[in-house]
């Protein structure tokens, strides 16, 4: 992931951040997390850190549209892409999120091409979509820009979520549907489908991974997925996934302050990081329990004393980086965790 300039907004607007769609064509691979907090400052935080992305879950998160304002204009300071991920395919849903300036929309559990064809047309202005016609919102600079509905069509990015039987069968069909970007694999819901629930090194799940993976290479298009945590999300991306979310605001922010706290009475394990099975994160991502410790950062137990103040004690090891794991063996081992 390369670095970004988070300082501040060049151009004022959502639509100064619309190169997403153009980096999924251009091959990138782009590393994001989901919002699940509803919350400005929390936005602001991810968009700092560098993310390519982040995306608003109306879907299992605790904000709503009106917070989704204000993390959309969090996101716009930081010009960081933000996408938000609707609770239902209805058609007015969609075009709130749009005309609040999103970069794109994730549908969850579609099953059917039909669903798709008719959830991805709300994306766009007719004759291509039906999406309802107005210049008076905040994209269109309220109504001072009605020229931008020129070129509306082309920057939204549509993602559909891969979560059941019935869509895995139709991947590769879906693939092919115009106006679909992403195919986005939600780990929990797919693999409790399959009857393995949780299982992400279940046969049928790694399988089904397989068969996302070559459905969006063949309709050239990306691959997506939820992860855990870092190291899941570097497994992932050495499968071929593409459009990779690393857990959530929450999720992210929980696992920090438990490793703090547990530093802080003397537990060495801190790595393993908390449960998260009751975020949103891991309705779509697989679990995060038993991370193996990293060796990002080496031990200072030669740290002498110092007078005149208290006595240095040994850091213990922090998670500095991801592990690498040699070989597709290993990056499959990693999404058993």
Known sequence: MSARDTSGPEESGPLAMNGLRDRLAAGDTLFGTFLGLGSALAT?????????????????????????????LAGEARRIPVLARVESAERIRT????????????????????????????????????RGVATYNRVYDFGLRPDRLDTANDGVVGIV???SRSALTATAEIA???????????????????????????????AALDQVLAAAKDAGIAAGILAGDQLQA??????????????????????????????????PE??????????????????????????GVPKTSGVPKTSGGPETIDVPETSGGPETRGGPEGNRTALAR
């Open 44 to 72: 602001e935080a991810c968009a700092v850190a560098g993310f390519d992305w982040l995306l608003v879950d109306l879907e299992h998160g605790g904000g709503d549209e009106r917070a989704l304002l204000h993390q959309q």
């Open 95 to 130: 075009g709130r999120l749009l005309d609040a300036g999103v970069a794109g929309v994730m549908f969850p559990r579609l099953d059917s091409v039909g669903d798709v064809r008719a959830a991805v047309r709300h994306l766009r202005y007719p004759p291509e979509g039906d």
């Open 161 to 163: 979520q891969i979560e």
């Open 176 to 206: 092919t549907v115009p106006g679909v970007d992403v195919l986005f694999v939600g780990p929990r819901d797919l693999s409790t489908d399959l009857g393995c629930p949780g299982r992400f090194d279940a046969p049928e799940f790694l």
């Open 234 to 267: 570097l497994a992932y991306t050495a499968l071929g996934f593409r459009f990779v979310g690393v857990g959530s605001d929450a999720s992210l922010l929980a696992r920090a302050a438990s490793d703090a706290v547990r530093h802080l009475r003397g537990d």
């Open 270 to 295: 801190t790595s393993d990081g908390p449960k998260t099975s009751d975020g949103p994160e891991t309705n779509d991502g697989p679990k995060t329990n038993d991370v193996p410790k990293t060796s």
